[in-house]
């Protein structure tokens, strides 16, 4: 049976399919529950035995699914080392992690957790299998000369459990055709397929590929058949913002995200003052979700009178930044969109001897001025700034541009991930970023200039995303 590839249909497979006579069927028992707070939000922990075999099965419930029809359900088979180590050679950490998320933020499912290691293989014959795949077996081939099936796993305890937990039918998240056959045969409706998109990177992409050519599984592997490299699991929104909030409980200041979208040949505008719509819708919501992540988005004074930019977050639900502008002459207009639109009053940074008459007007308007004192070129001390903006509770800061702010914080090793958004299309206009040599060097070795570590690729629409993690050869503080 092949299942369509879109993922937006709806299965009526009743529970009064015939099932095979002889078929097992086991009993379980629920041993106790206990409530478990996570950064997704609030569950229920469910322990169950049963009497098919000597393992644990957990149940992990959100809100109120005692009327039992259409419950959002992952049904997740254990794999230590994607779902603890966040092993990057399959998706299964990240189908969990993506699967809670989805639950928590519907408000009402559950999550089954079966202890089915190595799709049924445990976990001994899977790291051997690991090996052969490094040999150059694909997935299917090495479980196969372990003496292994390709997939061994069984979900009549899951159909179970749900049975108990008073699930009638099920939106079941999955890829996997199989499961949803199987728990149809042990009697559980499901009324539709919801799809988890993995990311691919060179360690997952062959397994991924083996999936969808072996094993039936339904996965768009996007743009070059898979080719595409990718962490899914440094990259997420949820671990930016852990390493947010550990990055400014150990430093006191705000943790930078340098971001920007350019076209081929690097440019940020087709001429200097002048707005360039670059980046896809696909992606602009993508940038969204980043500045809602974010206390503070940072731009300079360049951008304000160029773009008159709102710096919100509306192509996307969450709490819109406060805008930092750096500004050392105070040339901020008081009819900007940023003094009268819907997101909070700009935070103005300028230079201790600006005009005082400006500063008051702005003031007037809503705006909140700051003087710090300047570098010796006479912009804002990036530095001082960040000190600054820590004192005043910034945990983080998303820096958009342009050209001279970006290549300031680079310059002086200021930023912690670097996000850049790549569209297919040439401009031949402003560049992104001036030379990083240092000011008192007119040139500097290759080895010099900052490179990106853990690095992802992703696909927005047309547009590629590329991040990672900034390095210097020697680290600046």
Same mark, same amino acid.
């Given at each position: 049976?092949?299942?369509?590839?879109?993922?937006?249909?709806?299965?009526?497979?009743?529970?009064?399919?015939?099932?095979?006579?002889?078929?097992?069927?086991?009993?379980?028992?629920?041993?106790?529950?206990?409530?478990?707070?996570?950064?997704?939000?609030?569950?229920?922990?469910?322990?169950?035995?049963?009497?098919?075999?000597?393992?644990?099965?957990?149940?992990?419930?959100?809100?109120?699914?005692?009327?039992?029809?259409?419950?959002?359900?992952?049904?997740?088979?254990?794999?230590?080392?994607?779902? +603890?180590?966040?092993?990057?050679?399959?998706?299964? %950490?990240?189908?969990?992690?993506?699967?809670?998320?989805?639950?928590?933020?519907?408000?009402?499912?559950?999550?089954?957790?079966?202890?089915?290691?190595?799709?049924?293989?445990?976990?001994?014959?899977?790291?051997?299998?690991?090996?052969?795949?490094?040999?150059?077996?694909?997935?299917?081939?090495?479980?196969?000369?372990?003496?292994?099936?390709? &997939?061994?796993?069984?979900?009549? /305890?899951?159909?179970?459990?749900?049975?108990?937990?008073?699930?009638?039918?099920?939106?079941?998240?999955?890829?996997?055709?199989?499961? /949803?056959?199987?728990?149809?045969?042990?009697?559980?409706?499901?009324?539709?397929?919801?799809?988890?998109?993995?990311?691919?990177?060179?360690?997952?992409?062959?397994?991924?590929?083996?999936?969808?050519?072996?094993?039936?599984?339904?996965?768009?592997? %996007?743009?070059?058949?898979?080719?595409?490299?990718?962490?899914?699991?440094?990259?997420?929104?949820?671990?930016?913002?852990?390493?947010?909030?550990?990055?400014?409980?150990?430093? =006191?200041?705000?943790? +930078?995200?340098?971001?920007?979208?350019?076209?081929?040949?690097?440019? /940020?505008?087709?001429?200097? =003052?002048?707005?360039?719509?670059?980046?896809?819708?696909?992606?602009?919501?993508?940038?969204?979700?980043?500045?809602?992540?974010?206390?503070?988005?940072?731009?300079?004074?360049?951008?304000?009178?160029?773009?008159?930019?709102?710096?919100?977050?509306?192509?996307?639900?969450?709490?819109?930044?406060?805008?930092?502008?750096? &500004?050392?002459?105070?040339?901020?207009?008081?009819?900007?969109?940023?003094?009268? %639109?819907?997101?909070?009053?700009?935070?103005?940074?300028?230079?201790?001897?600006?005009?005082?008459?400006?500063?008051?007007?702005?003031?007037?308007?809503?705006?909140?001025?700051?003087?710090?004192? *300047? %570098?010796?070129?006479?912009?804002?001390?990036?530095?001082?700034?960040?000190?600054?903006?820590?004192?005043?509770?910034?945990?983080?800061?998303?820096?958009?541009? =342009?050209?001279? /702010?970006?290549?300031?914080?680079?310059?002086?090793? *200021?930023?912690?991930?670097?996000?850049?958004?790549?569209?297919?299309?040439?401009?031949?206009?402003?560049?992104?970023?001036?030379?990083?040599?240092?000011?008192?060097?007119?040139?500097?070795?290759?080895?010099?200039?900052?490179?990106?570590?853990?690095?992802?690729?992703?696909?927005?629409?047309?547009?590629?995303?590329?991040?990672?993690?900034?390095?210097?050869?020697?680290?600046?503080?």
């Amino acid at each position: 049976m092949r299942w369509p590839s879109n993922g937006r249909w709806w299965f009526f497979l009743f529970r009064s399919r015939l099932m095979d006579p002889d078929m097992e069927i086991p009993s379980v028992e629920r041993l106790t529950s206990a409530r478990i707070p996570t950064v997704d939000g609030e569950f229920s922990l469910s322990l169950y035995e049963n009497s098919k075999d000597d393992k644990d099965h957990l149940a992990l419930a959100c809100g109120d699914v005692a009327d039992g029809e259409d419950v959002l359900v992952r049904v997740h088979s254990e794999c230590f080392t994607g779902d +603890v180590l966040g092993s990057l050679r399959c998706d299964c %950490g990240e189908q969990l992690d993506a699967s809670m998320r989805r639950i928590a933020k519907n408000g009402r499912g559950i999550l089954l957790y079966l202890r089915q290691e190595g799709r049924g293989i445990g976990l001994l014959s899977k790291l051997r299998a690991y090996n052969l795949q490094d040999d150059g077996y694909d997935t299917v081939e090495a479980n196969r000369i372990l003496g292994h099936g390709a &997939d061994e796993r069984d979900y009549a /305890i899951a159909a179970r459990i749900l049975d108990d937990l008073g699930v009638s039918s099920a939106r079941l998240l999955t890829n996997n055709p199989q499961k /949803i056959e199987s728990l149809a045969e042990h009697g559980v409706e499901i009324t539709e397929r919801i799809s988890l998109e993995p990311h691919v990177n060179r360690h997952n992409a062959e397994y991924l590929r083996t999936k969808v050519n072996r094993m039936r599984h339904i996965l768009d592997l %996007g743009p070059a058949n898979g080719h595409a490299q990718g962490n899914a699991h440094g990259t997420s929104l949820r671990d930016l913002k852990q390493r947010i909030d550990r990055y400014f409980a150990e430093k =006191g200041r705000p943790f +930078v995200t340098l971001t920007y979208a350019q076209s081929l040949d690097g440019s /940020i505008a087709s001429t200097s =003052g002048t707005p360039l719509p670059i980046s896809s819708e696909q992606a602009l919501r993508f940038t969204h979700q980043l500045r809602a992540l974010h206390d503070g988005i940072l731009v300079g004074i360049g951008t304000v009178l160029a773009d008159d930019p709102r710096l919100t977050v509306r192509h996307n639900d969450g709490t819109h930044p406060v805008p930092i502008v750096l &500004d050392s002459s105070l040339r901020f207009p008081s009819d900007a969109q940023l003094l009268a %639109g819907d997101g909070p009053d700009p935070l103005i940074v300028t230079s201790p001897n600006a005009d005082p008459d400006r500063k008051e007007r702005l003031e007037a308007h809503g705006g909140t001025v700051i003087e710090l004192s *300047c %570098g010796p070129e006479g912009g804002i001390c990036v530095k001082t700034l960040l000190r600054s903006l820590g004192e005043r509770d910034f945990s983080s800061v998303m820096v958009e541009g =342009g050209t001279s /702010i970006l290549t300031s914080f680079l310059r002086r090793q *200021c930023a912690q991930r670097v996000i850049v958004t790549v569209a297919p299309m040439f401009v031949g206009g402003t560049a992104a970023l001036s030379s990083l040599a240092p000011e008192d060097q007119d040139t500097h070795a290759r080895s010099d200039f900052p490179r990106l570590d853990n690095i992802q690729q992703r696909w927005y629409g047309e547009d590629l995303v590329l991040e990672g993690d900034p390095v210097w050869p020697v680290a600046s503080e």
